[in-house]
């Protein structure tokens, strides 16, 4: 399987994995019983309730609508998982590694319409197949990719061992981290941390007190007295430990 790797703007790579057939089929199985049980019950108070002239316009609506607000919902609040992608561990952003736009989510999921025919995602099964990133019709369209989400539960041990002492761990700057720092930002982090050993000293140096720089005025923290390169491999350790 293709790898897509994207490199930031601080000229650090990232590798992304896309997700295959099996993994989003099931992905996308189970947000569909979640969705169809939603249209389930909604169909059952308005047959109940409202005369079938206009009670079942109502129910093709919905289950029109129930799904589409599913999947934009999750997709542009949930950083890009459903609770289907999140339990086989998918996610999907854009195709540059970055977060979905709302227009981006609102095309892939109209475009699902087409992915579902000719009987449940044919035409998605094909083009996941032929496409060398995996990708169906509708992220095509939008420009987005399904990944696999990184699990690097090696290096989460090691971040946690290296410095006893992190000037982080308080309960204030544990709440902003929590609250303002993205997923994306924290495979970033990651991948700066794992990368430094590799990278010429000053330039190392140099990458490590700007990115550090960054975030204490992200977190408003003042800690001059601990390097750029400690407060970084601070800040990853704890979200790390935060996202276990």
Known sequence: MNRVTITTPEHVEITLEPAGAGSRFLAVMLDFVITAGMCGVLAGVVSALVPRAIGNPIIITAWFLIPLGWHMLWETKG?????????????????????????????????????????????AAATTVVDPLRRRLGDMVAGTLVIREPKPLTYRSELASE??????????????????????????????????????????????????????????????????????????????????
Do not use: W
Not at 83 to 89: E, F, N, Q, T, V
Not at 193 to 221: G, I, S
């Open 79 to 123: 950083q890009g998982r459903t609770p289907g992608k999140r339990a086989l561990s998918l996610r999907v952003v854009d195709a540059r590694g970055l977060p979905l736009s709302l227009h981006q989510a609102l095309v892939r999921n109209i475009v699902r319409v087409v992915d579902f025919m000719p009987a449940f995602y044919g035409v």
């Open 163 to 244: 410095r006893r002492y992190n000037t982080l761990r308080t309960p204030r700057a544990m709440r902003l981290i929590r609250h303002r720092i993205s997923l994306e930002e924290r495979e970033l982090l990651l991948a700066i941390c794992m990368r430094a050993d590799r990278m010429q000293p000053a330039a190392r140096y140099d990458l490590m007190e700007e990115v550090a720089e960054a975030y204490r005025e992200r977190l408003d923290v003042e800690d001059d007295a601990t390097s750029g390169e400690n407060f970084v491999r601070d800040l990853t350790s704890v979200l790390f430990a935060q996202r276990k």
